[in-house]
């Protein structure tokens, strides 16, 4: 018998079971994580073959300059089209455009 974090004993036969199941729960988690990154991959070329697996969105750009006294002095520099990828997951080094779209905001 084990002690939990409840003050009470947990036969080691359900302890097993249970890192079983959690051991399961995670390869499958891994497969399926694997498995979505190769489809979106693989969508990904296939617009890259019909031209449309890149877009561009409008981002704001804004400068930070380190000052003495550990502060800080931000410029804005203006917008720029910044190109994504048609994606779930960032693919040519180019980040996703669903995510550029909720983030148009740059900082450098």
Not at 4 to 30: D, S
Not at 43 to 66: I, K, M, N, P
Not at 71 to 93: I, W
Request: hydrophobic share 40%.
């Amino acid at each position: 018998m084990q002690k939990n974090g409840y003050g009470t004993t947990v036969p080691a036969v359900t302890m097993k079971r249970i890192l079983e199941i959690l051991g399961q729960v995670a390869k499958v988690t891994v497969l399926a994580a694997v498995v979505l990154w190769v489809g979106d991959w693989a969508v990904f070329e296939v617009r890259v073959c019909h031209g449309t697996a890149f877009d561009s969105v409008q981002v704001e750009q804004y400068l930070s300059t380190a000052l003495k006294g550990n502060k800080q002095e931000y410029d804005y520099m203006g917008t720029a089209q910044e190109n994504c990828a048609r994606a779930l997951f960032p693919h040519g080094g180019a980040p996703t455009c669903w995510w550029l779209r909720r983030h148009t905001t740059q900082w450098d």
